[in-house]
């Protein structure tokens, strides 16, 4: 059988990152808390003396810390970023995750040895994209967005020799990440911008009688009975009205969620497979972490005896948004 | 998962929200700003996001209990409101179950929000800091309650 990827799971604060550890990740990726990251929310992430901490719990029982810095560098703010990438060497990560070239041009040059992935933000669809972070900044791994058919990723990987990592679980971002506006046309705030999608400050859940609103800064977004799952309001998870239909034209809100095809996953050879969540709560990375672990253990006992457990799948469905799961584009038949 | 015990999904039955409505209303407003203080002394909350609370109005509810508090964060300390003169900044009203979920680490509140189990109203930017702001408490292990981890 193909070498078991590893598993990277998400820590928002060190309760959670142990949580990963002690549940079985393989890996744990985390961000500082300022907007050099992709998750830059209120109260969330490390601190310098939090990482410190946090890196020394995962060494101690061998797994991996990743720290992202995942944003694009604003202009006459570079030196932020730098500083960023300076602190994560001196702190001693196991990899840094960026997606901005000239931020991947910087931390190769200035620290050669540094381990670099290529982060989900960075939009590496290609293998030519790929190869070509290789040669120009020798990226040790690449995250793939979740726009890509199984065969597609199958492509990819046996068209390079840099690590390939994808997501395995949780809240879909369907744009060809990285490169996606809607946020910012709402609320003039995006991921690749201050590192958020859809800020919690524009964000109003109104409660009427029988029913919730979500609205992003006064758009109206959904609108929920008072007993179905609900959904947090971004543009690309909305219900909109298109010529006298209204339904989830972009995309429902629900999970990915890879069990079915996990076998398939670590055939084509996939070296990691990532947890999406860095917002979520300690309770949610236990859930994850645990159901994943045991997923890629029963699959390392015997590819042929793998099935879905039930319990597998009541677990996972509790915790997505909106509570049902998906293979995303894995399996779509359109690209 | 703590494997000692589970704390199951229930609601308590409606005449204890009844009787709960009418009972008076601080034990339960001073037993929680007792219990923040003592998270405040034993400094296990951070500076930095304390600054946001300053001054906000938080009302906690307890669907199944008919139970309600209202506090404040003032001059570094927690403090009861017994008369609330305004609609509170953040609002958080669920059954007694979900509060005992959360607490234990159990669940995370995100999901019992999107399944609709956990209602929390107002100003969604001031949740996620409580909400992160309790996730990345370090409790001191208790003997009896063990959390997640
Ligand atoms: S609006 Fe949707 S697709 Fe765009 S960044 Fe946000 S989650 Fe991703």
New interface residues.
């Given amino acids: 059988m193909s070498q078991l990827p590893d598993l990277i799971c998400p820590a928002?604060?060190?309760?959670?990152l142990?949580?990963a550890v002690?549940?079985g990740a393989d890996a744990v990726y985390l961000g500082y808390k300022n907007d050099t990251n992709a998750r830059n929310?209120?109260?969330?992430n490390f601190e310098a003396k939090a990482l410190a901490d946090g890196i020394r719990y995962a060494h101690g029982k061998g797994r991996e810390v990743l720290l992202a810095i995942n944003t694009f560098a604003q202009a006459g703010r570079v030196d932020d970023w730098h500083k960023a990438i300076d602190a994560a060497v001196d702190q001693g990560v196991d990899a840094i995750i960026l997606a901005d070239v000239g931020l991947l041009d910087y931390a190769r040059n200035r620290h050669p040895q540094q381990r670099l992935h290529l982060s989900v933000q960075g939009s590496a669809t290609s293998y030519e994209a790929i190869n070509f972070c290789q040669r120009e900044f020798a990226i040790h791994r690449a995250v793939l967005p979740r726009v890509l058919t199984l065969a597609q990723v199958e492509h990819v990987i046996q068209n390079t020799s840099v690590e390939i990592e994808v997501f395995g679980f949780g809240s879909l971002c369907v744009m060809n990440e990285g490169r996606c506006w809607l946020s910012s046309y709402a609320c003039g705030e995006s991921p690749n911008t201050v590192g958020a999608c859809s800020?919690?400050?524009y964000?109003?859940?109104d409660?009427q009688p029988g029913r919730m609103d979500t609205r992003l800064n006064g758009i109206l977004i959904d609108r929920?009975g008072?007993?179905?799952?609900?959904?947090?309001p971004t543009l690309c998870k909305g219900r909109f009205e298109v010529e006298g239909d209204t339904y989830y034209a972009l995309e429902e809100p629900t999970s990915l969620n890879v069990l079915p095809i996990l076998p398939d996953i670590v055939k084509i050879g996939v070296r990691a497979i990532k947890v999406e969540g860095r917002?979520?709560?300690?309770?949610?990375v236990?859930?994850v972490t645990?159901t994943l672990r045991a997923a890629l253990d029963a699959l390392r006992d015997g590819a042929e005896r793998y099935h879905v457990k039930p319990a597998w799948q009541a677990e996972l469905a509790?915790?997505?948004?909106?509570?049902q799961a998906t293979l995303g584009a894995y399996n779509r038949p359109w690209r | 998962?703590n494997t000692h015990f589970t704390i199951p999904k229930f609601r308590l039955p409606s005449f204890v929200a009844r009787l709960g409505e009418r009972l008076p209303q601080w034990p339960h407003a001073l037993a929680l700003v007792a219990g923040l203080n003592a998270a405040l002394k034993m400094k296990l909350l951070p500076a930095s996001?304390l600054a946001?609370l300053e001054d906000k109005l938080f009302r906690v509810r307890v669907n199944d209990t008919g139970g309600e508090a209202s506090y404040t964060y003032r001059n570094g300390l927690f403090r009861p409101v017994f008369r609330p003169e305004r609609e509170p900044d953040l609002a958080f009203a669920a059954n007694l179950s979900a509060y005992l979920q959360l607490l234990a680490?159990?669940?995370?509140?995100?999901?019992l929000?999107?399944?609709?189990e956990l209602?929390?109203?107002g100003d969604?930017?001031l949740?996620?800091?409580?909400?992160?702001?309790l996730?990345?408490?370090?409790w001191p292990r208790l003997p009896l309650i063990q959390?997640?981890?």
């Fill in positions: 928002g604060s060190l309760p959670a142990k949580a002690d549940n929310f209120a109260g969330l800020p919690a400050k964000v109003k859940w409660k929920f008072d007993a179905e799952p609900a959904g947090y917002q979520r709560s300690p309770a949610y236990t859930q645990r509790k915790v997505s948004e909106g509570s | 998962m996001e946001l680490r159990q669940e995370d509140p995100d999901t929000f999107f399944n609709r209602e929390i109203t969604t930017e949740g996620l800091v409580v909400k992160n702001m996730d990345a408490i370090e959390t997640s981890h």
